[in-house]
């Protein structure tokens, strides 16, 4: 998001971009029954947080059986899921967080392989 506005003066203040983290890697339903973890959930979040004044969401996806998940198509398909509700209002940004899962090599493929 571009704020593009003369901050200088007295009395005004500089802009601030809002940044949501709404699931990270390590909690679950089980910790959270609110906590988004799919496609769905992540996108209604990213919806909410969009009109709740949020530049910016940090996802994480997810396996099957709800642990943390690097796979490049899991982020496709919620960053289009995402991009399809809200447009290119909000930034997405995905984690390569290795949660103890992964090597260096495999959060910078999961990076690679996402990149617009």
Partial sequence: ????????GPGLIAPTTIAVAPNG????K??????PIGPQELTRTAAACLEAGAAMIHAHVRDRDGGHLL????YRETTKAIRDAV?????I??????VGRYQPA?????VRATRP
């Fill in 1 to 8: 998001m571009i704020v593009d506005r003369d901050v200088t």
């Fill in 25 to 28: 890697g390590r909690r679950g």
């Fill in 30 to 35: 089980q910790d959270h029954p609110a906590l």
């Fill in 71 to 74: 796979d490049a198509h899991a």
């Fill in 87 to 91: 447009g290119e209002r909000l930034i």
């Fill in 93 to 98: 940004q995905i984690t390569s967080e290795a």
């Fill in 106 to 110: 495999e959060q910078m493929a999961v």
